[in-house]
């Protein structure tokens, strides 16, 4: 049965991270904090959704000197769409995730 | 940017556990390169947000990870052809060092050097060698080994094991007072193979070694037996 994209607990968990202020710039090591997400885990999550177009990437230049710039995140207007459907779709199954798949259904 | 996770410039001075942590991260981000992929990048420059320590060491652990990831899907975007060839390369550099290793260690072929092995073995020929395994299973009689001598290398059989008593009588072997039966020796030419020597008991450790052909072979008759710490290898077969 082929997994719906976009519904692992982790990336549900950085859709709230992220949807908290859909049009602010985030800083990943801000990300991994509020999700409570390890680095190994975050960034491969960021790769996939920007390699979609669901989030889109900038470097902000640091206003410290000799500090390398720093890579910023936010949903596009597709990713916000696509993360709130994946959370309500998590809300109204109730509880976790595992149970909408069986269901092959999206929200 | 007004979370207040977000950090101020001014932080502690770096602990040498954070400055290694840091340095593992570089290295596997960028290589010898000056910069590594974007991803690798973006891990690397959050790395002077994080806090003590653990959380250093936490984020470059994750941040392996995140670079190995990149890496990967690097590898996956490249043309086929140039996936299958490294893919047979790695393979091949694999294959060429793991069988230098069994080849050093485990089994390896050598070439006959002399005639004293005659005619089991005749000069020239190839046989195979077994370094490891004859250390567990032990070694019994008629087994043939190599043994090294502070000249050269020498193939032999072996004929007494400890505790043997080995004697000579009628140009045949006895081992206990038992005549050996000893098929292998090349029962056309009895002068060449008329054995003849003084009677030893083969001490604990030690090995009592002939070759097969007795009239040229150089071995206990002559050296006594010899201590099982100069056994090397034993043949497991002769190669067409």
Known sequence: ?107 | MTSPLISTPHRATNSPTRRIAHAVLVAAVRGRRDRGGDWGEAVLAEFAETTGNLEAIRWTWGGLRAAWHERRRRIHQLPRHVRITRRAVSVLIIAVVAGLAVNQWLLTVHTMPSGSMENTLLIGDRYLVDKVSFRITGLHRDDIVELTTPTSLRVKRVIGLPGDTISCAGGRVLVDGTPLDEPYLASDYPDETYTDCTTVTVPPNQLYLLGDHRIVSQDSRQSGPVNENAIVGRMLLKLP
Not at chain 1, 33 to 60: C, H, N, V
């Open chain 1, 1 to 107: 049965m082929p997994r719906i994209p976009h519904t692992s607990p982790q990336t549900l968990q950085l859709f709230e991270a992220l949807l908290d202020d859909p049009q602010r710039w985030r800083y990943g090591y801000d990300l991994s904090r509020e999700t409570a997400l390890a680095s190994g885990t975050l960034y491969p999550i960021l790769m996939r959704l920007t390699d979609q177009r669901l989030l889109e990437t900038a470097w902000e230049p640091s206003d410290e000197p000799g500090r390398p710039p720093r890579h910023i995140y936010r949903l596009t207007a597709e990713g916000a769409t696509l993360a709130r459907q994946r959370l309500a779709a998590r809300k109204t199954s109730g509880a976790s995730i595992a149970q909408t798949r069986p269901a092959g259904g999206l929200a």
